[in-house]
């Protein structure tokens, strides 16, 4: 609560040093024999940056250092015999004394001397909070002040806060970078930690998936079995169907709305299309376990054939549905984007608008449409919720879609439930699961940059 009275306080001071900076600007202009460098907004963002940049280095130094200095503190006023504990007993001791402090364990629940550390712990929080919060304002306010008496006709407020924003964009750069290697770098970590007890040919040639740790060493399936093959197949059979339906319904919807459409037609029917995209996909799951696979069954019954309640055929239609607007709205997008230039080439050469579209807009769009399939497969390979709901979690290797499949994200999950440590073969098997998975939909969108890049120089 504390915390956010401050924000509040600092986007506060923040607007008040933007308006005092532009009166500023706008008073000496005004009144000097100088021109304003920049213009008077300029100066207020110049203000504002002055008031909030230096508070919110400042809050985060604090954030930072907080906890090592009050840990250090409260430490160092224990007793000897307390301090003088093994590493580990001491640090749960500390964990007690905060969970005293924040009232997680009843003080009448603790000893005497613990509840003293908690209530020194609780005082020294509270004194740096408070100290937190004053330092703030005054870095906050000294900035205002400062930045505001430097408001003259030659500053170059403009440049200042464009380099700013220079920074500021660089830094959200690079933090979006480190994010994707930390995320990559654990993946592999965890994954070399499962192939130091799982051989890799195992896990990429096996042909029978069965990741149950037995409790007991004379148990059946004991080792477990973690061949991946039955995952991949199941995936790729899933996506296939998904893709078949989502496809030329996709494609087929943006033609239409790109090239024969009226605008008020199109202006209705864009929006209800890519409705379905803002359908979660548990609804989808629904969907697909309550009407979807009854209605295959019974269908399937009527020509004699052996339909799973749970089948690949039922979650790849009903995937192949929620793929659809992506689908479409990304090749309608890349179609209406043709230049118009070929278009009325075509049409002066004394084509019509159906061999247009076949032979000059569709082939002019074909890295857009290639790129945008391949984005909705790799989509169709992660989703995971109608997989659970419709094809269950058998890990079967067959083609046959009308039986009970599961994928890797499927798996995935199951995984990672908590029913086992995390040093099992069966915990870390999600990591190497994760891995494949990311290597597998990491070739799909290079292979889709690369068809867009090469025939984007043919066509622009």
């Known amino acids: ?83 003088a504990l093994p590493p580990e007993r001491l640090g749960l001791l500390f964990n007690d004394i905060r969970n005293v402090a924040s009232g997680n364990i009843a003080g009448s629940a603790a000893g005497t001397d613990l509840q003293a550390a908690a209530d020194y712990y609780a005082r020294i929080s509270a004194m740096s909070r408070t100290g937190m919060f004053v ?144 359908i979660p996909t548990v609804v989808y799951g629904f969907f697909a376990a309550l ?24 979650a790849g239609v009903v995937m192949g549905v929620m793929i659809i607007p992506f689908v479409s709205s990304l090749s309608d997008d890349v179609i209406t984007a043709v230049p118009r230039s070929l278009r009325e080439g075509s049409y002066g050469l004394g084509a019509t608008r159906s061999e247009t579209i076949c032979r000059v807009i569709l082939p002019a769009a074909l890295p857009g449409i290639i790129g945008g399939f391949l984005l909705a497969i790799s989509r169709a390979i992660g989703e995971t919720m109608i997989v659970v709901m419709a094809a269950g979690l058998a890990a079967n290797l067959t083609a046959n879609p009308f039986e009970a499949v599961t994928t890797v994200t499927v798996q995935i999950v ?17 990591f190497a699961l994760g891995l494949v998975l990311f290597i597998s939909t990491l070739c799909l969108n290079i292979v889709a940059l690369r068809i867009v890049a090469r025939y984007r120089e043919l066509y622009d």
């Open 414 to 430: 199951t995984l990672l439930i908590g029913d086992q440590e995390f040093d099992s073969p069966k915990t870390l098997a999600a």
């Open 1 to 83: 609560m504390q915390f956010a009275i401050l924000m509040a306080t600092l986007l506060v001071l923040t607007a008040i040093g933007f308006y005092l900076g532009r009166a500023r600007a706008v008073d000496v202009g005004r009144r000097g024999y100088e021109r304003l460098h920049s213009r008077p907004h300029y100066y207020g963002y110049y203000v504002a940056v002055w008031c909030g940049l230096p508070a919110l280095l400042v809050l985060l130094v604090w954030l930072i250092a907080e906890p090592q200095i009050v840990h250090a503190v409260v430490m160092a006023s224990l007793p000897d015999a307390d301090r």
């Open 291 to 314: 009407t979807v696979a009854p209605f295959l069954r019974n269908l399937g019954a009527g020509f004699d054939l052996s339909i799973s309640s749970e089948s690949a055929l039922a």
């Open 135 to 278: 330092l703030v304002l005054v870095a906050s306010v000294s900035g205002l002040v400062f930045a505001r008496a430097r408001i003259v006709p030659r500053l170059r407020a403009r440049n200042a806060v464009e380099a700013v924003i220079k920074v500021l964009l660089v830094a959200c750069s690079i933090v979006a970078i480190l994010t994707t290697i930390g995320i990559v770098l654990s993946l592999v970590f965890e994954a070399v930690r499962f192939f130091m007890r799982v051989s890799p040919l195992a896990f990429l040639f096996g042909l029978e998936w069965s990741p149950q740790i037995a409790m007991r060493a004379d148990q059946v399936g004991a080792g477990g079995s973690f061949g991946v093959v039955p995952l991949m197949a199941g995936t790729m059979l899933i996506a296939t169907i998904a893709m078949a339906v989502a496809m030329p319904v996709g494609l087929m919807s943006a033609i239409y709305m790109a090239e024969y459409a009226p605008p008020r037609l199109r202006a209705v029917v864009k929006p209800m299309l890519e409705v379905l995209a803002g």
